[in-house]
């Protein structure tokens, strides 16, 4: 499993809102800068990067005065799009201080289902990768609700992992594994560094709680995990707090939980 890890040469990685913001909704620069540093790096090795992120709603709520994430979905869709313009800014410039060149896209549902669409999507991405530019994917919030009401971008990075044929997507989390219960209310949990199968007895132990800017949970991970399984997808969910986990787990390190 390690070497597979090690070999794999197509990787998306997806960060969610509680991994990069603090508490209070604000971006935590630090954080990003040092996610740049890694998947540059990553590029460097030769490997193909995609990143999937969540966190415009949550920005663009803390723009508008918002204590906690909204409860209507045109508040939501109008705090996406303040926030994309903003977390894409921040992006670009956090690459591009490694010499490293960014890509936005915006995606639908649609653009898995409908077939040219997927296929244009398809072309887009490779074109990208080709040419060594990191594409940065979020769910097109302002005209889609889908992603916005129910998984924080998990569903949809497990959706790019398979369209773009990735080997390993990688959740980063505010969580540092998948456990036998949650680890913050439950000091008796214990980390399950391996999951050869999601089975319904796994699906049951995941707990759907976000942070007040997110509606991710750990079952809505466990879900994108079945999707990459079906697809020969290896995944892995990681605490995204030290981006250098990404690093380490390639390089073998047992930390995480591997699934597939």
């Known amino acids: 499993m390690k070497n597979n890890l090690k070999n794999s040469?197509?990787?998306?990685?997806k960060v969610g809102t509680s991994t990069l913001t603090y508490e209070n909704g604000n971006l935590n620069l630090g954080l990003i800068s040092k996610l740049a540093w890694v998947l540059t790096d990553l590029k460097n090795q030769g490997k193909d990067v995609i990143l999937v992120t969540s966190g415009a709603i949550g920005v663009?709520?803390?723009?508008?005065?918002?204590?906690?994430?909204?409860?209507?979905?045109?508040?939501k869709q109008a705090a996406a799009a303040i926030g994309q313009a903003e977390l894409m800014h921040i992006y670009q410039n956090a690459f591009s201080t490694f010499g490293c060149f960014v890509a936005q896209i915006l995606l639908t549902k649609d653009d898995f289902e409908i077939e040219q669409r997927k296929i244009n999507t398809q072309n887009t991405l490779n074109t990208l990768l080709?040419?060594?530019i990191i594409p940065i994917i979020n769910a097109n919030d302002t005209i889609s609700t889908?992603?916005?009401e129910?998984?924080?971008?998990?569903?949809?990075?497990?959706?790019?992992a398979v369209l773009s044929g990735a080997d390993l997507l990688m959740i980063l989390s505010d969580?540092?594994?998948?456990?036998?219960?949650?680890?913050?209310?439950?000091?008796?949990?214990?980390r399950i560094a391996y999951v050869e199968k999601i089975t319904d007895k796994i699906m049951n132990m995941g707990e759907?709680?976000?942070?007040?800017?997110?509606?991710g949970g750990m079952k809505t991970k466990l879900q994108a995990g079945l999707v990459c399984?079906?697809?020969?997808?290896?995944?892995?969910?990681?605490?995204?707090?030290?981006?250098?986990?990404?690093?380490?787990?390639?390089?073998?390190?047992?930390?995480?939980?591997?699934?597939?």
Not at 9 to 13: F, G, L, P, Y
Not at 152 to 160: M, P, R
Not at 175 to 188: E, G, H, V, W
Not at 239 to 256: F, K, R, Y
Request: glycine share 8%; hydrophobic share 35%.
């Open 150 to 160: 129910f998984s924080d971008n998990d569903s949809l990075s497990a959706s790019v």
């Open 229 to 260: 399984a079906k697809a020969g997808i290896k995944m892995a969910i990681l605490n995204g707090d030290n981006p250098m986990n990404i690093t380490e787990v390639l390089a073998g390190a047992d930390i995480g939980t591997i699934f597939g």
């Open 9 to 13: 040469k197509r990787i998306v990685i």
């Open 175 to 190: 969580i540092d594994a998948f456990y036998t219960a949650n680890p913050k209310n439950n000091p008796n949990a214990k």
């Open 208 to 215: 759907d709680k976000g942070s007040e800017f997110s509606v």
């Open 60 to 75: 663009g709520s803390k723009k508008l005065g918002f204590k906690q994430r909204p409860k209507e979905t045109k508040e």
């Open 130 to 132: 080709k040419y060594e």
């Open 146 to 148: 889908y992603e916005i």
